[in-house]
């Protein structure tokens, strides 16, 4: 069945560092990935997306990367700043007319040092 | 600019009680679906309906679970003769109509179950 499995659960950076969060799918037929970012007693806020006809996407300090054939994508966090400690999830979904349910990967809890 | 609004935040049952969660999907968004978060763990995908229409319900259980979005009001999961293991973060997503497949989440609501 459909899948996404998210590496690693935990990952603890110094403030500065980038972080880097992994994602893998198993339904060839996902072609949306947005990456959620949840903070304790909060809902999941979207922070970034791409779809499967783009290789890689960055908005400021955020970037995710999209490799189709080996179905994987990634999170890219540069210059980490305390405020962005929280759990990540990536998810995958075939949106196609809007009908797509999210699959989510069982999280990253990112933690930045100061 | 309100987002998806869900109420109530917290909410606490004896076994084998009635447990109603509400959600008000973003303005303009007509699409909700609903997400179940255990402990520790991501979010699992239990239901998507549209206006007076369920279009999947593949994540849901099949006994004392049922969801509805009437023509006018909020969403509504509902929980009969609830158990300890349906204590859980219970979150609720709206889309636009438009088709690009992006989900935004409210802020939760709580269930406990004593």
């Known amino acids: 069945g459909e899948n996404v499995e998210q590496h690693p659960s935990t990952l603890s950076v110094q403030e500065g560092d980038s972080a880097v969060i992994k994602c893998t799918y198993s339904?060839?037929?996902?072609?949306?990935f947005p990456w959620y970012k949840q903070e304790l007693g909060k809902g999941p806020q979207l922070i970034i997306d791409i779809r499967s006809n783009v290789g890689e996407k960055k908005d400021q300090r955020i970037a995710v990367t999209l490799n189709k054939t080996a179905k994987h994508f990634s999170l890219h966090i540069t210059e980490t700043q305390p405020e962005d400690s929280a759990v990540y999830f990536c998810?995958?979904?075939?949106?196609?007319?809007?009908?797509?349910?999210?699959?989510f990967g069982q999280g990253t809890t990112l933690q930045v040092k100061p | 600019n309100a987002g998806v609004m869900q109420n109530p935040r917290h909410l606490v049952r004896r076994r084998g009680q009635e447990a109603r969660l509400r959600c008000s999907p973003m303005?303009?968004?007509?699409?909700v679906y609903w997400y179940r978060q255990l402990p520790e763990e991501g979010l699992k995908f239990m239901v998507y309906l549209q206006k007076e229409n369920i279009i999947d319900e593949s994540g849901m259980p099949k006994e004392r679970f049922s969801a509805e979005f009437p023509k006018e009001g909020p969403s509504i999961l509902r929980i009969q003769q609830v158990v300890r293991g349906d204590s859980a973060a219970y979150f609720c997503?709206?889309?636009?109509?438009?088709?690009?497949?992006?989900?935004?989440f409210g802020p939760g609501t709580r269930l406990t179950v004593l």
């Open positions: 303005k303009g968004h007509s699409h």
């Open positions: 339904d060839s037929a996902s072609n949306y």
């Open positions: 997503a709206s889309s636009p109509p438009t088709g690009s497949g992006e989900q935004f």
């Open positions: 998810a995958a979904s075939k949106s196609s007319g809007n009908t797509g349910k999210l699959i």
